[in-house]
């Protein structure tokens, strides 16, 4: 096997596809500039998985179509063998083969492309995540900053007038007890 060879089987990796069918795939890395959403805002980088999940499901409908074919043409090919014309059924088989070329080629782009959303899905999650932190952490100390008091402040504070409501309903119910 020659450098360029084991170079390129490198950078694939097998994929079994639906009933069973393994096929080659190059490998994706995480690292892939295209998979990247930096610089983007929570809305672009959402539009930009999203388009990747359109094409996965054009792909996957391409691929559909072209087995179909497949199983058009392998029924004619067997169809003009019972009818005894060999022409016909050599012609019917390479149409065949040529779509079955075609659709592994697809079934390739379709692993591939699965396999990016899955990367780009999780990367959006962890993009969604940090605003939501930013938030949050910007909320406190907004919080802190118009009440003068510290986090853990505001915590104590409210656990006492948590104690404080619970005495109150406490009371009120003893009152109503009472009164029966």
Do not use: F, H, P
């Given at each position: 096997m020659t450098d360029k060879e084991k170079e390129d089987t490198s950078k694939e990796s097998e994929?079994?596809?639906?009933?069973?069918?393994?096929?080659?795939?190059d490998r994706v890395s995480s690292d892939d500039p295209e998979l990247?959403?930096?610089?983007?805002?929570?809305?672009?980088?959402?539009?930009?998985?999203?388009?990747?999940?359109?094409?996965?499901?054009?792909?996957e409908q391409a691929l559909s179509e072209?087995?179909?074919?497949?199983?058009?043409?392998?029924?004619?090919?067997?169809?003009?063998?019972?009818?005894?014309?060999?022409?016909?059924?050599?012609?019917?088989?390479?149409?065949?083969?040529?779509?079955k070329r075609e659709a592994n080629k697809l079934k390739r782009e379709l692993a591939s492309y699965r396999?990016?959303?899955?990367?780009?899905?999780?990367?959006?999650?962890?993009?969604?995540?940090?605003?939501?932190?930013?938030?949050?952490?910007?909320?406190?100390?907004?919080?802190?900053a118009l009440s003068g008091k510290s986090t853990e402040e505001l915590k104590l504070d409210s656990k006492f007038e948590d104690q404080e409501i619970d005495t109150e309903l406490d009371k009120l119910k003893s009152d109503i007890k009472a009164e029966e």
């Open positions: 994929v079994t596809m639906g009933e069973g069918t393994l096929i080659k795939v990247s959403l930096e610089g983007m805002d929570i809305k672009e980088a959402k539009e930009y998985v999203l388009d990747y999940i359109s094409t996965e499901k054009r792909v072209k087995l179909a074919q497949v199983k058009q043409w392998v029924k004619r090919a067997e169809l003009a063998k019972e009818k005894g014309r060999e022409n016909l059924a050599r012609e019917a088989g390479n149409r065949s083969a040529r779509y396999t990016k959303n899955a990367i780009l899905k999780e990367k959006l999650l962890l993009k969604a995540k940090e605003i939501d932190s930013t938030k949050a952490e910007a909320l406190l100390a907004s919080l802190e």
